[in-house]
């Protein structure tokens, strides 16, 4: 593998950096980071998402959980435009993304991740990055194509950035590498770097441990825990009740559409209509 050597050398690492460092984790008391309000979304008959509101604080990890089926991805799906809402109201530091287009949704300062990963294959770890980089720099296209003194500069700072980036979620090594063959975890972590590449407000992250064995998913609760301690704001969707006990500030529970809880892990656990809604989707695992 030529093309993959040594790539931490030639682009100088600095493992002391901060990823964020001027971030502020700036938490404005009573006012929420991202207010979800009377969200509804249907396909055709069928109300993935039924009136659900809750807040999203600023620095804090919110845990989005429910059986399958729940309506988790439609909610993340209506938050950040890929699904139109069929009534309610999405609000962004009290702006409204909804009627917003993708690009508009990330500059305003929300990114995701998918539930399936979604990767340029072809294109190496580094470039994923850039791409989510180039969201946030002036250049552009344009630019890049034109090869504008501009764009040199930028180029310079895109690796670097992008260097940091990967190397903040530990996967700095295969930079060079394809994103298609990286090995299935490194590119979840990936798509949390290109994430992350966008400078958002909220990350906003879908069962990014599924397929992970349990070492694997603690080793990635981590990694979540240090991207709120660098001041960024999670949503945090997850299938499994247990994974995120230990990771969230606070929960969300949806079922068949409709918001059933809303309070403290601990609270949360105890939570009869939550252990019942668990407990209907066991009882259908075993019917089936
Ligand atoms: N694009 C779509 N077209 C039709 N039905 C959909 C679509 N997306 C989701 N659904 C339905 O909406 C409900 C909620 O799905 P989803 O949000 O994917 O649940 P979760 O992520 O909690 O497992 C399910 O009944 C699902 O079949
Ligand atoms: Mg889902």
């Known amino acids: 593998m030529p093309e993959a050597q040594a790539p931490e050398q030639e682009f100088a690492i600095n ?7 001027e971030r502020e984790i700036a938490v404005s008391e009573g006012e929420p980071l991202v207010e979800v309000t009377d969200l509804t979304v249907t396909f055709g008959g069928l109300t ?5 509101s809750f807040d999203i604080r600023r620095g804090e990890i919110l845990g989005l959980i429910g059986p399958n089926g729940a309506g988790k991805t439609t909610c993340f799906n209506a938050m950040t435009g890929v699904y139109r809402a069929s009534s309610g109201d999405v609000r962004l530091e009290g702006q409204t993304l909804l009627g917003k287009k993708k690009h508009q949704i990330t ?23 850039a791409v989510g980089l180039d969201a946030r720099h002036r250049t552009g296209m344009i630019g890049a194509m034109l090869r504008l003194p501009r764009h040199y500069r930028e180029e310079k700072q895109i ?10 979620v530990g996967i700095a090594d295969r930079a060079l590498h394809p994103a298609r063959d990286l090995p299935y975890g490194y590119q979840r972590r990936l798509e949390i770097a290109r ?3 966008t400078d958002p407000k909220l990350l906003c992250l879908d069962e990014p441990a599924a397929g992970f064995n349990p070492a694997e998913k603690e080793e990635l609760m981590a990694l979540i825990r240090t991207v709120r301690d660098e001041g960024y704001t999670v949503l945090l969707i997850e299938h499994d009740m247990k994974l995120v006990m230990g990771v969230t500030d606070r929960i969300v529970v949806l079922e068949f559409g409709k918001k059933i809880a809303d309070d ?8 009869p209509a939550v252990i ?10 075993v019917d089936a």
Request: hydrophobic share 50%; aromatic share 6%; proline share 3%.
């Open 264 to 271: 403290v892990p601990s609270a949360i656990q105890q939570d």
């Open 195 to 197: 994430a992350l590449a």
């Open 15 to 21: 493992e002391e950096a901060a990823v964020a460092p």
């Open 107 to 129: 500059r305003a300062g929300l990114a995701r991740t998918f539930q399936n990963i979604r990767l340029f294959g072809e294109m190496s770890a580094l470039e994923n990055v």
């Open 48 to 52: 993935a998402l039924d009136h659900v």
């Open 159 to 168: 690796i670097e950035r992008g260097m940091e980036l990967l190397d903040f």
């Open 276 to 285: 019942a809604a668990y407990l209907g989707e066991e009882a259908d695992d």
